[in-house]
Nanobody, 125 residues
Framework: DVQLQASGGGLVQAGGSLRLSCAAS????????VAWYRQAPGKKRELITC????????NYEDSVKGRFTVSRDNADDTVYLQMNSLKPEDTAVYHC??????????????????WGQGTQVTVSS
């Protein structure tokens, strides 16, 4: 079975950090770009990053640029979203997703092949 599992969410104070993990099973990130989305209560789901580790493509939405960083552990095929300097407006359910390329998800396309279960991030002021 193909699965994506996001984990690592929690409650943190403003200015703090969290690291989310996205683990793949049934496929490998060697074949897909990895995107992170988030959805805050009452708001639309938004794409915040897309990274393609087959090259060095890296895309970050302006609100997280400079604070969030995506990396990959090749040994266990896990992708990490390091979130620093967290703000209350970062509060949302975060999902990882796999797509054939970042082009497939950027510019509103959102053509995702696999979705991961979300993980809640709550930032208190």
């Amino acid at each position: 079975d193909v699965q994506l599992q996001a984990s690592g969410g929690g409650l943190v104070q403003a200015g703090g950090s969290l690291r989310l993990s996205c683990a793949a099973s049934g496929f490998t990130f060697d074949d897909y770009a990895v995107a992170w989305y988030r959805q805050a209560p009452g708001k639309k789901r938004e794409l915040i990053t897309c990274n393609d580790f087959r090259g060095s493509e890296s895309n970050y939405e302006d609100s997280v640029k400079g604070r969030f960083t995506v990396s990959r552990d090749n040994a266990d095929d896990t992708v990490y979203l390091q979130m620093n300097s967290l703000k209350p407006e970062d509060t949302a359910v975060y999902h990882c997703a796999a797509a054939l390329s970042c082009f497939m998800v950027l510019n509103g396309h959102n053509r995702v092949d696999y979705w991961g279960q979300g993980t809640q991030v709550t930032v208190s002021s």
